[in-house]
Structures are given as C-alpha cells and as structure tokens.
C-alpha cells in the first residue's frame, strides 16, 4: 500500500487478498516462488537475512544404523523424562496416601527423610533428561549448517534522516529562542523530581532522640538474669566461667534489647593476679566477677568463644580477640574498643545487680560516638 | 501496483498454514519471525555462561513465586506450633515461623525453597563466571562498553538481592548477617547513624526491617533486574554477538548457527539441564536448614558463620583489616567501613569503569566484533589475574575459621595469611600470567614457523638425530612456514590437523563399514587434506610426502 494508493477498500464480504507489499514482492512473484522448493525458499529467505548458508553436514542416511542408533537414544531419555516426571508425581502426590506419610518425623530412615529427595532426583532427572534429548536430537538427527551472517555498522543515511527530524523539531519548537520558557521547563522538572521521591523522608528516623545508641536497659539495681530467668550469685560459677546474662526487665532476653546480653566472669587465682583494670573502672568488678558487654565493639556481633588458658574471648564473625584480664582490650583483629565493662555489685538478698548502666556506648563504632550525651 | 496485485498467492492447504495465514493477516509477522529464525549466533562453550544466568533467573522467577504464597514476611512474636518438633514451643518471628511451616507442613515445600537457594548460588556464580570471559577475551571494547556497565550493575544486584533473600527466614544466621550489616551503616562518615536509623526503623533490628528486605527482594529488585536483563539481551542482539578469530570469521560477519533450529534446540537443552541441576540440588543436597540454626537471637551466634559464597569476600576484608581507627576531633571512622565498604566500593568502580581505563591506556577507539585470546593481551589477562587473585585472599579470609579449624592452622595465622597475603600476592600473580602469556605467544609462532612436533626422531646420513615437524601451511625455502598469527588458536598435535582418522562409531561391535568412514573422511577433504590439495598450487609448491601420517605419508622436516 502506498499514499497514492485512492481504492475505497474493503465493503464486506468474502476476504479479497490485498495487494502485495513491496519490497521482496516486487522482486518474486507468487508463480517465481511456488516453482521453488523448501531448501530454496529457506535459503532464498536466509539471503534477504544477509545470511549464506556455506556448508551442510548431511544427517544420516535414513534407516542407516546410525540414524536407527541415534534416533533409540534421542527416544530413550525423552522416555525417561516423560517416565521420571510420572516418578515425581507418585512420590508427590502418593505419600500420605498409597505410600507413607511425608510429613516429618524424627529418624533419617523413613519415608519423610527420603521424600525430598526423591522429589529432586526425580524432577532432576526428568528435566535434565529432556536437555539431554534435545542435545542429541540437535547434534545427532539435524544437518550441521554453518552460516555466515554479515553484520551491519549504523547507516549514515538514517543518522542524517533521523537527525533532521530530531533538530527540526527542536528548531520548530522554539526552545533554543524561548530562554525563559526553557529555564521555567528545567526548573519545573527538577521541582517535580524532587516532590515525587520526598516523601521517602518518611523513612528518616531521627537518631539523636533519647540517645538510643548510648545506652541500654541496665540501671542500678537491676539483677543480672541467666537466660532462664533465674538471679546469679556469688559462689554460683567456678573460677574461669562464662555466663551469658540478661537485665530483669521484660524481654530482657530478646530482640527488643539487642544490646542488652552481658558476660560475667568468673577469674580464676591466677588470672586475678595478672588483672590489669583501665583507669577508672577499678571499682566495676565484684571480687573476682567481672560483667562486660556480649556485643563486640567491631560489628555487633555476640562475642561468644572464651578460651580459659588464654583468657581470651573470640568474636565469631570476624575474629576479634580480648583479653578479660586486661579490661577486655582488643588484642587481635579488626576491633578497636575494649568490651565496655558493666558495674556490678550484690544486692541485700545476695544476688547480682549493676550499679548503673554502660559507660560508653554499647556495640560498633560511630562517626560520633564519642559526642553522645 | 497493479501488477502486484494478480494474480493472488497460491493458498495453503494444511491446517497449520491455514492458521498461520489466519494469524500473519492479523498480525503481520511473518518477515519478523524470519529475521529472528535466521538470526546467526556463534558457537563457543563460553557463550553459554550468561545463558546459564539467564535460566538461573528464570527458575529463581518460578521457585520464588511459589514461596510467596506461603511465606509471612513478619517480625510479628508467634510462638512455634508446627510440625519440627524440637522447635515447639520456642518464641520465633511470623518470619521464621513460616519458613518452617513451608519447610515441614507444605508438601513439597522445602523441596522448592532449596531450589530456589541453589538456584541463587548458581546464578551469582554463574554472572561471575560470565563476566570472567568477558573480561578476558576482551569482549567489552567499543561498542560494548554498555552492556558491560549494564553486566557489572546487574552482578551488583543480584549480591543484593540475594542478601535480601537469605535474610528474610530471620534465623540466626542470616540476622548475624543483618547486624553486620547494620555496623556498616553505622560506620559511614557523618551519616552513619542517620542511615542506620533510616534502613531499621530505629534501632537494630526494630520490627520492620525483614518487610522492608522482602519488598526490595520480591518486587524492587527483581523488576530492575529484569529490566536490565530485557535491555542486555536487546543490546546484544542489536550489536550481534562477538565471535572468536577463525576460518572465515571477520570483523564484519558472524559464522555459526542459525537461530532456528539448532541454537534454539541448544539453548532450550542448556535451560533443562541447569533447572534439572537445580532440581537435583534442591531435592538431594540440604541447604540453609534453618530450623538447625534456630531463631534469631542477638545474644546468641554459632562457630563457623558464614554468609553465601557471593557475600564471602566482604567478611573475608572486614576480617582481615587490621584496627585502624581514623578519630578526628573527636569523630570516629571505624574499621570495618574499610573492609565492608571501601573494598567491594573500589572492586564494582574499578570494574565497571574498566573499559574507558583499557580505552584511555591503549588509544584503542576501534570497534571490536572479533574476540582476543587472554595470552594475545597479557597486561589486561595480568590485570585480570591480579584482581582475581586478591578476591580469591579475600574470599578464603572470609572462611579462614572453617579453614582453620579443618586443617588445625592457628586462626591469627590465616588472618596474617590474609593480611599479607591480600598486599603480597596480586603482584606475583601479575608476573607470573604475564610470562604464561608471553610464553604462549612464542610457542604459538613457533609451531607456526617450524610445524606441529611429530613426536617421530628421524636420524640423517650423516648421524644427526632430529624430531619430525609437521609444517601447518605451505612454507618457504627454508622450510619455515609462512602462515602468520591471526589470534585464532593454533593446532599443536597431530591430532587437531587430522592426524588420526575419526573413530568408528558403535560400542560393543561398529555400526558403521570403515570402509565408508575412510571414504566420506576423504570426500570432506577438510583440514589438512584441503590444505593439501591446494599446496600444489602454492609457491612453494612441495606437498608433504603422500598425504597425513595416518595416511602412509611422511612429513618433512624443515632443514634448519
């Protein structure tokens, strides 16, 4: 069809062919291509692609022995795709019904602990059969063709076409003239812009409000709480101990206080004699009880591994390492701070309670960590 | 046009053509779908390892809506109930309370959930693999420059995302995770604290954040990554795919398969085969089984945490940076901005912007359609090696407690092994591929001036022992040959030019004659033999002696 085409059309009825597009159709006509064959008219197609068909690994001779062989291979793992994906649906659909039930039950020996993986070699093997099939089907049943495409760098002439549609459109709009126009527009976008995502501030949490970062439930009189809820006193851990303890508060032990889980020591003799304590907290100890905070000063994790014959507690994640008898000082890895030390006494009923809360902020490091008051 | 318009096409006769003339009268789309069948591709086992990204994503899309439809992205307080006994009774988030449930109650449901878990291990791996070969047969020159930026973001995304997921169940492990995390947003300059209230909600771990991850990781980051995806694929097959030196092969063409039948049936197997591997995986090997981690605790933490492979080299740099400080009138810069931060911020800016570098050192402005070998370019393939190497430092560091423990090495050993390791050994990995590479150029120009070693000694008259060299091409009067390098591989056994006939096919007895292997063998004339052939006709003009080895021939050795 073209603009100078003026035929009415269509006015119902039977459908009327229209007439031919241009192009190839000028070149071919109906009667040209019907004389041609299959191969012709794909390879014929192929050239209007810019594609040259340069040589053709025949298939096998049909009814040959290889094609016999190659065709029985091709139709086996299909066979044991199709035959697998039944597996599957057996196994999946069966149990708790024909076949036991899948649900799970302790042991490793019964049809629960094998029902998974069935489900994953039977779909496995279903599905890598079907790609294994194809494989065969590609290499072994369809003629090898190796092709040659050309490959086309970008038309001057559309780079100009197209350029003067683009420019002359710019240049008809008046924009490059209209100074106050175009200064409005780019204002405009910007304003916009920034109205649509500003209400992602709602996000923005303010952490400067109360000091959360610099401070944690305990307070003075508040007993160290196991994590079965029960009170520690003296007398009740063996020299060179570890014990994980929580404030007495309501979900002390929970992630509501994330920074809130601390380690009471137990030194040994020999350790109270090598005991350096920082200036400042000579006091924070109880004979030979110590409390530090769990959360390692590195990236917040609980430290948790406390070699007694090194006096050394190892964070997990990133092997920092301090020493409980040099007021839990970094010694190794990436940590800078010592473990914040929590003062601790007995309360009049015998049991452990802090004297106050943390002197310093709990966990990982800040920009102004130092600042907080 | 009058003339085109009779006499009408002859009309199709079966039902197919009749409905798909139906459907091309309607929606012209034949022409399209011809452009597309024909549309050639290259044939390379390494153009396969973004396809395998590119399935990975598929069944990631698949298993991942199938966990939606159970799974309570909650931190709602529930107390387990369900069907793992040792669990009940403890106080578990909706989170975790429902990953349990899809993992114990819902038939089948683990079986998906570890699909999808190894399908996201395989596809990182595999975006890293393919970026490997991108790099390293220079397959991101001009004009590609784009999809490599679009390649480096979506490798980023997909570490996201998948940190995303393997948070969402809660466990202890993943939350381990999420309070690094949270140290990292807490260590950033200035707005550290801000950011860190901003992403929880308050302070860690608030009530929010595991909804917060499961909208990125379900919806925000799969449509990008989609969308990227969409834009890559449409790039690469506006730009056509590169393609390695060879036989006919040039900057202007592409020699390989047509779309249809033989990539399409290739490409549709790869995809069976990577879902069957998932499957497989899925089914039979366990992974994250979190109800033998347990809930999230922040008091508790097990020996032995390790991220998914993918987050490994982060943990490997925060645990290797020694305790650097920076405190500035009273301000603190920790360390960890530095391992968690600064290493994988240099590695994605370095990497994605390392096409214009290469364009800037080299002056190369050309176009490139054609691929390098990684020993035709020795400084990028050192490069290349070196970066390697140090991710490689980084990665074993971020598992050094595992690997101290296995192998009874001290800990603060394999930190210093880290350390030193991360500084020492990327240089020695430099010059060492530097020489492999030039080492392999020089014996590629050897066995193209002196011939393929025949492994046969000859002695001459005069008493001289000499090995047989099979020359490639024609060659001049000294007997050295004259084909010059053209950045394609070089045959360097007998075997590569035709030196053994093809093997008689059939297993307990031939199903084919030899006799008719011979013929065809000779018939195709390919290789060497066409190369034979032609000689005569060369300047030269001495052919070897009687045809190939196997054919009763004797090479002739070069006379100097």
């Given at each position: 069809?073209?603009?100078?085409d003026?035929?009415?059309?269509?006015?119902g009825g039977?459908?009327?062919?229209?007439?031919l597009?241009?192009?190839?159709?000028d070149?071919?006509t109906?009667q040209?291509l019907?004389?041609?064959d299959?191969t012709?008219l794909d390879?014929?197609?192929?050239?209007?692609?810019?594609?040259e068909?340069?040589?053709?690994d025949?298939?096998?001779e049909?009814g040959?022995?290889?094609?016999r062989?190659?065709?029985?291979?091709?139709?086996l793992w299909?066979a044991?795709a199709?035959l697998?994906?039944v597996a599957?649906?057996?196994?999946?659909?069966?149990?708790?019904?024909?076949?036991?039930?899948?649900?799970w039950?302790?042991g490793?020996?019964?049809w629960?602990?094998?029902?998974?993986?069935?489900l994953?070699?039977?779909?496995?093997?279903?599905l890598t059969?079907?790609?294994?099939?194809?494989?065969l089907?590609?290499k072994?049943?369809?003629?090898?063709?190796?092709?040659?495409?050309?490959?086309?760098?970008g038309?001057?002439f559309?780079?100009?076409?197209?350029g003067?549609?683009?420019?002359?459109?710019?240049?008809?709009?008046g924009?490059?003239r209209?100074?106050l126009?175009?200064?409005?527009?780019?204002?405009?976008?910007?304003?916009?812009?920034?109205?649509?995502?500003a209400?992602?501030?709602?996000l923005?949490?303010?952490?400067?409000?109360?000091?959360?970062?610099?401070?944690t439930?305990?307070?003075d009189?508040?007993?160290?709480?196991?994590?079965?809820?029960t009170?520690?006193?003296?007398g009740d851990?063996?020299p060179?101990s570890?014990?994980?303890?929580?404030?007495?508060i309501?979900?002390?032990?929970s992630?509501?206080?994330s920074?809130?889980a601390?380690?009471?020591?137990?030194?040994?003799?020999?350790?109270?004699?090598?005991?350096?304590?920082p200036?400042?907290?000579e006091?924070?100890g109880?004979?030979?009880?110590?409390a530090?905070?769990?959360?390692?000063?590195?990236?917040?994790?609980?430290?948790?591994?406390?070699?007694q014959e090194?006096?050394?507690?190892?964070?997990?994640?990133?092997?920092?390492q301090f020493?409980v008898?040099?007021?839990?000082?970094?010694?190794?890895g990436?940590?800078?701070?010592?473990?914040?030390?929590?003062?601790?006494?007995?309360?009049?009923e015998?049991?452990?309670v802090?004297r106050?809360?943390?002197r310093?902020?709990?966990g990982p490091?800040?920009?102004?960590?130092?600042r907080?008051n | 046009m009058a003339?085109?318009?009779?006499?009408?096409?002859e009309?199709?006769?079966?039902?197919a053509?009749?409905?798909?003339?139906?459907v091309?009268?309607?929606?012209?789309?034949?022409?399209?779908l011809?452009r597309?069948?024909?549309?050639v591709?290259?044939?390379?086992?390494?153009?396969l390892?973004?396809?395998?990204?590119?399935?990975?994503?598929?069944?990631?899309?698949?298993?991942?809506?199938?966990?939606?439809?159970?799974?309570?992205a909650s931190?709602?307080?529930?107390?387990?109930?369900?069907?793992?006994?040792?669990l009940?009774?403890v106080?578990?988030s909706?989170?975790?309370?429902?990953?349990?449930a899809l993992s114990f109650?819902?038939?089948?449901?683990l079986?998906?959930?570890?699909?999808?878990?190894?399908?996201?291990?395989?596809?990182?791996?595999a975006?890293?693999?393919h970026?490997?070969?991108?790099?390293?047969t220079?397959a991101?020159?001009r004009?590609r420059?784009?999809n490599?930026?679009?390649?480096?973001?979506?490798?980023?995304?997909?570490?996201?995302?998948?940190f995303?997921?393997?948070t969402?169940?809660?466990?202890?492990?993943?939350?381990t995770?999420?309070?690094i995390?949270s140290?990292?947003?807490?260590?950033?300059?200035?707005?550290?604290?801000?950011?860190?209230?901003?992403?929880f909600?308050?302070?860690?771990?608030?009530?929010?954040?595991?909804?917060?991850?499961?909208?990125?990781?379900?919806?925000?980051?799969?449509?990008?990554?989609?969308?990227?995806?969409?834009?890559?694929l449409?790039?690469?097959?506006?730009q056509k795919?590169?393609?390695?030196?060879?036989?006919g092969?040039t900057?202007?063409?592409?020699?390989?398969?047509?779309?249809f039948p033989?990539?399409?049936g290739k490409?549709?197997?790869?995809?069976f085969?990577?879902?069957?591997?998932c499957?497989a995986?899925?089914?039979?090997?366990?992974?994250?089984?979190?109800?033998?981690i347990?809930?999230?605790?922040?008091?508790?933490?097990?020996?032995?945490?390790?991220?998914?492979?993918?987050i490994?080299?982060v943990?490997?740099?925060?645990?290797?940076?020694p305790?650097?400080?920076?405190?500035?009138?009273g301000?603190?810069?920790?360390p960890?901005?530095?391992?968690?931060?600064?290493?994988?911020?240099?590695m994605f800016?370095?990497?994605?912007l390392?096409?214009?570098?290469?364009r800037?050192l080299t002056?190369?402005t050309?176009?490139?359609?054609l691929l390098?070998?990684?020993r035709?370019?020795p400084?990028?393939?050192?490069?290349?090696a070196?970066?390697l190497t140090?991710?490689?430092?980084l990665?074993?560091?971020?598992?050094n407690?595992?690997?101290?423990e296995k192998?009874?090495?001290?800990?603060n050993?394999?930190?210093?092994f880290?350390?030193?390791?991360?500084?020492?050994?990327?240089?020695?990995?430099?010059?060492?591929?530097y020489?492999i590479?030039?080492?392999?150029?020089?014996?590629?120009?050897e066995v193209?001036?002196?011939g393929?070693?025949?492994?046969?000694?000859r002695?001459?008259?005069?008493?001289?022992?000499i090995?047989?060299?099979?020359?490639l091409?024609p060659?001049?009067?000294?007997?050295?040959g004259v084909?010059?390098y053209?950045g394609?591989?070089v045959?360097k056994?007998m075997?590569?030019v035709?030196?053994?006939?093809r093997?008689i096919?059939?297993?307990?007895?031939?199903?084919?004659?030899?006799a008719?292997?011979?013929?065809?063998?000779?018939?195709?004339?390919?290789?060497?033999?066409?190369?034979?052939a032609?000689?005569?006709?060369t300047r030269?003009g001495r052919?070897?002696?009687?045809?190939?080895?196997?054919?009763g021939?004797?090479?002739?050795?070069?006379?100097?």
């Amino acid at each position: 069809m073209t603009t100078t085409d003026h035929r009415p059309g269509s006015t119902g009825g039977a459908d009327v062919p229209g007439p031919l597009h241009g192009g190839p159709d000028d070149d071919y006509t109906p009667q040209q291509l019907a004389a041609m064959d299959r191969t012709e008219l794909d390879r014929l197609g192929a050239r209007y692609d810019a594609v040259e068909v340069l040589h053709v690994d025949p298939v096998p001779e049909p009814g040959s022995p290889l094609e016999r062989k190659a065709a029985r291979q091709v139709t086996l793992w299909f066979a044991i795709a199709g035959l697998s994906a039944v597996a599957f649906l057996v196994v999946y659909a069966g149990s708790n019904w024909f076949l036991p039930d899948w649900a799970w039950e302790p042991g490793d020996r019964n049809w629960s602990a094998l029902f998974t993986p069935l489900l994953g070699v039977t779909m496995g093997l279903s599905l890598t059969a079907i790609g294994i099939g194809l494989v065969l089907y590609v290499k072994k049943l369809l003629p090898h063709e190796t092709a040659v495409q050309d490959k086309h760098d970008g038309s001057h002439f559309d780079r100009v076409t197209t350029g003067a549609t683009l420019v002359g459109a710019w240049h008809n709009s008046g924009l490059p003239r209209r100074k106050l126009l175009g200064g409005t527009l780019a204002f405009m976008g910007a304003a916009l812009g920034v109205m649509l995502i500003a209400p992602l501030g709602g996000l923005i949490k303010n952490p400067n409000k109360g000091n959360p970062l610099g401070t944690t439930p305990w307070a003075d009189g508040l007993r160290l709480l196991r994590d079965d809820g029960t009170p520690v006193r003296p007398g009740d851990q063996v020299p060179g101990s570890l014990e994980t303890v929580f404030p007495a508060i309501p979900g002390g032990n929970s992630v509501h206080h994330s920074d809130a889980a601390v380690m009471l020591i137990r030194l040994r003799p020999d350790q109270m004699e090598t005991l350096v304590t920082p200036a400042g907290q000579e006091d924070f100890g109880y004979g030979d009880y110590l409390a530090y905070s769990k959360i390692c000063t590195h990236a917040g994790c609980p430290v948790s591994l406390y070699e007694q014959e090194t006096s050394r507690i190892l964070c997990p994640c990133h092997q920092s390492q301090f020493d409980v008898t040099q007021g839990a000082k970094p010694v190794f890895g990436p940590a800078t701070r010592s473990l914040p030390q929590l003062p601790i006494r007995v309360d009049e009923e015998g049991y452990f309670v802090a004297r106050s809360d943390f002197r310093e902020p709990v966990g990982p490091s800040f920009w102004n960590m130092g600042r907080l008051n | 046009m009058a003339t085109n318009t009779v006499p009408a096409p002859e009309q199709p006769k079966t039902l197919a053509g009749k409905a798909a003339l139906e459907v091309d009268d309607r929606i012209p789309i034949a022409g399209w779908l011809r452009r597309t069948m024909n549309k050639v591709f290259p044939d390379h086992w390494s153009f396969l390892l973004g396809e395998i990204a590119l399935y990975a994503f598929v069944i990631l899309l698949l298993s991942g809506t199938y966990l939606t439809f159970f799974f309570d992205a909650s931190m709602r307080e529930v107390v387990y109930e369900g069907s793992y006994a040792p669990l009940r009774g403890v106080d578990v988030s909706a989170a975790y309370d429902s990953t349990l449930a899809l993992s114990f109650d819902v038939r089948g449901g683990l079986f998906i959930r570890q699909v999808h878990h190894w399908a996201a291990l395989l596809f990182v791996a595999a975006i890293c693999v393919h970026l490997l070969r991108i790099f390293f047969t220079g397959a991101f020159r001009r004009p590609r420059e784009t999809n490599w930026f679009i390649g480096v973001a979506l490798l980023v995304l997909a570490m996201l995302e998948g940190f995303a997921g393997y948070t969402l169940p809660d466990d202890l492990l993943s939350g381990t995770g999420l309070r690094i995390f949270s140290a990292v947003f807490l260590s950033i300059p200035v707005i550290g604290t801000w950011v860190y209230f901003t992403v929880f909600g308050g302070d860690f771990p608030g009530e929010l954040i595991i909804g917060r991850l499961y909208i990125l990781h379900v919806l925000v980051i799969p449509a990008i990554i989609l969308a990227l995806i969409a834009l890559h694929l449409t790039v690469l097959i506006k730009q056509k795919h590169t393609q390695f030196p060879g036989a006919g092969r040039t900057e202007h063409n592409v020699v390989g398969n047509r779309l249809f039948p033989t990539f399409a049936g290739k490409a549709t197997a790869l995809f069976f085969i990577v879902f069957g591997v998932c499957a497989a995986l899925g089914g039979l090997v366990q992974i994250n089984p979190i109800w033998l981690i347990g809930p999230y605790n922040p008091a508790q933490v097990s020996s032995g945490s390790q991220p998914d492979w993918y987050i490994g080299f982060v943990d490997g740099g925060s645990r290797i940076m020694p305790p650097w400080e920076i405190e500035l009138w009273g301000y603190h810069i920790p360390p960890v901005l530095w391992g968690a931060l600064g290493i994988p911020g240099v590695m994605f800016t370095v990497m994605a912007l390392y096409p214009i570098i290469e364009r800037k050192l080299t002056g190369d402005t050309a176009s490139h359609h054609l691929l390098q070998r990684p020993r035709d370019v020795p400084v990028r393939t050192a490069l290349g090696a070196m970066a390697l190497t140090a991710y490689i430092v980084l990665w074993i560091s971020g598992g050094n407690d595992v690997i101290a423990e296995k192998f009874d090495i001290s800990l603060n050993a394999m930190t210093w092994f880290g350390r030193i390791g991360f500084i020492l050994l990327p240089p020695i990995a430099y010059w060492m591929t530097y020489r492999i590479c030039l080492g392999l150029q020089r014996h590629d120009r050897e066995v193209l001036e002196h011939g393929i070693e025949t492994g046969v000694i000859r002695r001459l008259p005069n008493g001289e022992f000499i090995e047989v060299h099979q020359p490639l091409g024609p060659v001049d009067d000294h007997g050295h040959g004259v084909l010059s390098y053209g950045g394609a591989s070089v045959p360097k056994r007998m075997n590569h030019v035709g030196g053994a006939r093809r093997a008689i096919k059939g297993f307990f007895r031939p199903i084919e004659d030899p006799a008719e292997v011979q013929r065809q063998a000779e018939q195709e004339a390919r290789g060497l033999e066409a190369e034979e052939a032609s000689r005569e006709l060369t300047r030269s003009g001495r052919p070897a002696e009687g045809g190939r080895p196997s054919a009763g021939g004797r090479p002739r050795e070069p006379r100097d």
